[in-house]
Antibody, heavy 118, light 108 residues
């Protein structure tokens, strides 16, 4: 069974940093593109970043470029999102997602909440 | 344009047919997928590659596309189908994912 379990969320001050993790299991993790998607309270889904299986390609939504970094550790079946210079508008539930062929999401994690507030 | 446009809300009588649409230029070139989200839960894929249904998703859910518009159809809507539905595709670069604003479906 495919499982994606996020962790690392919490309350962070504006300008602060946090690192999210996503533990993957139930599939051959090193074969898949992975993604982070976020959802602000009461709002829709917003794609944040993608990473290829070998960490050679990374893509970001413009609003997080130069502040967030997606990475992975295939030996640990883990995905990460390093979030720096956080702003109030980054407050959201952050979901880890697996991408199948064609950049389609086929599995979602349960999400972890990041709240940016003083 | 990399935007996907959805109607904010749609309602359907129990057991009737409802179509939820998603419009955007990128849908001419890339597949759409549809994601169901109930309050307090993670999204769930109900349609991928525009027309394919994952295992475990009831066959009352179907997907289609024409030109710049993708559609999710629920044939015989059930009370448990009440949820937000988000379409997803790619932007013109092909490397970025794009979501529609979501459609909240009410089953009357």
């Amino acid at each position: 069974e495919v499982q994606l379990v996020e962790s690392g969320g919490g309350l962070v001050q504006p300008g602060g940093s946090v690192r999210l993790s996503c533990a993957a299991s139930g599939f051959n993790y090193s074969n898949y593109w992975m993604s982070w998607v976020r959802q602000a309270p009461g709002k829709g889904l917003e794609w944040v970043a993608n990473i290829d299986p070998e960490e050679r390609e990374e893509y970001y939504v413009d609003s997080v470029e130069d502040r967030f970094t997606i990475s992975r550790d295939n030996a640990k079946n883990s995905l990460y999102l390093q979030m720096n210079s956080l702003r109030a508008e980054d407050t959201a539930v952050y979901f880890c997602a697996r991408l199948r062929g064609g950049f389609d999401i086929d599995y979602w994690g349960q999400g972890t909440l990041v709240a940016v507030s003083s | 344009s990399s935007e996907l446009t959805q109607d904010p809300a749609v309602s359907v009588a129990l057991g009737q047919i409802v179509r939820i649409t998603c419009q955007g230029d990128s849908l001419r070139y890339y597949y759409a997928s549809w994601h169901q989200q109930k309050p307090g839960q993670a999204p769930l894929v109900v349609i991928y590659d525009t027309t394919h249904r994952p295992s475990g998703i009831p066959d009352r859910f179907s997907g289609s596309s024409s030109g710049d518009t993708a559609s999710l159809t629920i044939t015989g809507a059930q009370a448990e189908d009440e949820a937000a539905y988000f379409c997803k595709s790619r932007d013109s670069s092909g490397n970025h994912l794009v979501f529609g604003g979501g459609t909240h479906l009410t089953v009357l």
